[in-house]
């Protein structure tokens, strides 16, 4: 009887230890099954972020390169530092379709402006890139005119040009789009007339469906600094805001870029970035209010930017802060984006720095600091429309 209930005993708590046994074998495999599980929505989570971030497979139509202010300075010879920079950009560009320098080829001490014949330093330039970029041709240099610089045969028309991947839209200092407009005779006259060819054109352009890239070219740039204001007595780009308002309506619908220089000189685009400044789409600029009876204006609208808006890059001086680097842009044109670089002799630079005030002269009353841009780094990609 004993041993019965013995064996009795040993049985039940077999049982129960099978039991145990199997509740930790199920609840096991149901932890595992569970984990598992988990790991796979983890796995298809990463596989749909992924396949969102994912860009669609793009061509690319046409790379161009943009530069300015070849002028002697503190900052070396303006070939050696426009080699400089070609080099780094041929380091990892091996190719160019085309290039754009906005203006500005002498400064000769003593020489008032249009005194000085661009052309040795034109075709300084065009040796330089010839020597980097063999395939380059010269029909696919185009130079506009700086306040420097007279008008002469290697400076390109006024208006539309015409590329198989893109456009370029040119406005000259002397005809279209002046410096100084404040203080000299005519200026009103002059951008009030592009302005109204450019509406014409656009409208045209918009008309045809156009949708490869519009490079707007010109020395003097749109947005409001001291240099528009009483300080500088000039009123440098009084009636910009007649050209804005006439190329941001039609960047609605075209895809529209638009290159500046000129500014290299005393810190003017501080607030903007130094020495090198970038725009897109959506992003705030300062645009000068005008009254006609005035040659300066203290005071700007802030309008928001249907079209991308930058300085090409200088590369004979410069003496912004906090960035006075001396860069070009090198612009990529896919099927459906339009991607920017700068690049300095170094290698590839911020397309723009933290803005800052400027300190001679003080215009940290005239523009406020929630005006500064934000630091910005290379690349940075467009959508085209």
């Not at 230890?17 to 599980?37: L, R, T």
Request: hydrophobic residues 35%; glycine residues 8%.
């Amino acid at each position: 009887m004993a041993k019965n209930k013995r064996l009795g005993i040993l049985t039940a708590a077999l049982a129960i230890a099978v039991v145990v046994a199997g509740a930790f074998i199920v609840n096991g495999a149901i932890k595992d099954a569970a984990k598992e599980q988990a790991e796979q929505k983890k796995l298809e989570a990463a596989q749909k972020t992924e396949e969102v971030v994912k860009e669609e497979p793009s061509e690319l139509e046409a790379t161009l390169f943009f530069a300015s202010d070849y002028q002697e300075g503190d900052q070396g010879a303006p070939s050696d530092n426009l080699k400089g920079i070609l080099n780094a950009v041929k380091a990892e560009k091996p190719s160019l379709d085309g290039m754009i320098f906005c203006g500005d080829y002498s400064n000769v001490s003593g020489k008032s402006n249009y005194e000085i014949t661009p052309e040795p330093a034109i075709s300084e330039i065009k040796g330089i890139l010839g020597e980097t970029y063999p395939d380059l041709t010269e029909e696919n240099m185009i130079f506009t005119q700086g306040n420097h610089d007279p008008l002469t045969i290697s400076i390109k028309s006024p208006g539309l040009h015409e590329f198989d991947k893109y456009l370029v839209y040119v406005n000259n200092t002397e005809i279209d789009f002046p410096w100084k407009q404040g203080a000299t005779s005519g200026s009103l006259y002059k951008v009030t007339h592009t302005a109204e060819v450019m509406k014409i054109r656009l409208n045209k352009l918009i008309e045809q469906g156009e949708k490869r890239p519009i490079i707007i070219a010109q020395h003097v740039p749109l947005h409001y600094t001291a240099r528009t204001a009483s300080g500088h007595g000039t009123g440098d780009n009084l009636y910009s805001s007649l050209v804005f308002d006439v190329v941001n309506e039609a960047a609605k619908e075209l895809n529209i870029i638009y290159v500046t220089g000129h500014n290299h000189s005393g810190g003017w685009d501080n607030y903007m970035g130094g020495s090198c400044y970038f725009k897109k789409p959506g992003d705030t600029i300062l645009i000068p209010e005008f009254d006609k009876n005035k040659t300066t204006t203290e005071t700007y609208t802030k309008e928001t930017l249907n079209f991308t808006y930058l300085n090409a890059g200088y590369t004979g001086y410069s003496k912004a802060s906090p960035d006075n680097a001396l860069t070009g842009t090198v612009c990529e044109i896919f099927d459906n984006k339009i991607v920017f670089t700068k690049y300095s002799s170094e290698g590839v630079h911020p397309l723009s720095a933290a803005g800052a005030a400027n300190t001679d002269p003080d215009d940290s009353a005239l523009i406020p600091s929630e005006n500064y841009s934000k630091a910005l780094e290379s690349p940075q990609k467009i959508e085209r429309k």
